[in-house]
T-cell receptor, first 119, second 112 residues
């Protein structure tokens, strides 16, 4: 495993409540990501971070916010959970953020996920 | 839209046989491809990657083949073992990890 811990592993919450998921890494990688995984959709990027306090939106960012105050921690917050946010959430890290002009590629390494159920 | 897809949702293979999992991609601008293995209840685990300037890359018991002409990627697993049972999916990168697109996966079942 790549030294990524997600907490909690399971969470059941009610619609309208705030929820925060935590991702902690021990690899000192600069780049961190939050994905959600739903049947038939594959992994979809919610938000990502390219450094402390540097974050940006992914393709499914509505209803989510993130914060990164330290290199090792990346938090995902659902301000007011909805049933459509029931999913499995994965944190990932990478050594390189890699641009199209870069010859250096590094794969994403994932945590073991948080299963969130919004009732 | 552009997408990464898999030809077969489920693949059953006899233990000891070779497995081939296929993936089609549609974006010719993609220049980096990754295969992941995901076991039940776990996160995706990196298996092997390949850059677009290569046609083949080998790892331990695994080989990835890239055919840019037909936009096709395959993962070959030699001497498939019960521990190989999992969902496998490919991903393509068009530059920057915010631009990674993941396939939905193929479930590999190994028959003892």
């Amino acid at each position: 495993d790549a030294g990524i811990t997600q907490s909690p592993r399971h969470k059941v919450t009610e619609t309208g409540t705030p929820v925060t998921l935590r991702c902690h890494q021990t690899e000192n990688h600069r780049y961190m990501y939050w994905y959600r995984q739903d049947p038939g959709h594959g992994l979809r990027l919610i938000h990502y971070s390219y450094g402390v306090k540097d974050t940006d939106k992914g393709e499914v960012s509505d209803g989510y916010s993130v914060s990164r105050s330290k290199t090792e921690d990346f938090l995902l917050t659902l301000e007011s959970a909805t049933s459509s946010q029931t999913s499995v959430y994965f944190c990932a890290i990478s050594e390189s953020g890699r641009t199209s002009s870069s010859s250096y590629n590094s794969p994403l390494h994932f945590g073991n996920g948080t299963r969130l159920t919004v009732t | 839209g552009e997408s990464v897809g898999l030809h077969l949702p489920t693949l059953s293979v006899q233990e000891g046989d070779n497995s081939i999992i296929n993936c089609a991609y549609s974006n010719s601008a993609s220049d980096y491809f990754i295969w992941y293995k995901q076991e039940s209840g776990k996160g995706p685990q990196f298996i092997i990657d390949i850059r677009s300037n290569m046609d083949k890359r080998q790892g331990q018991r695994v080989t990835v083949l890239l055919n840019k002409t037909v936009k096709h990627l395959s993962l070959q697993i030699a001497a498939t073992q019960p521990g190989d049972s999992a969902v496998y999916f490919c991903a393509e990168n068009k530059g920057g990890y915010q631009k990674v697109t993941f396939g939905t996966g193929t479930k590999l079942q190994v028959i003892p």
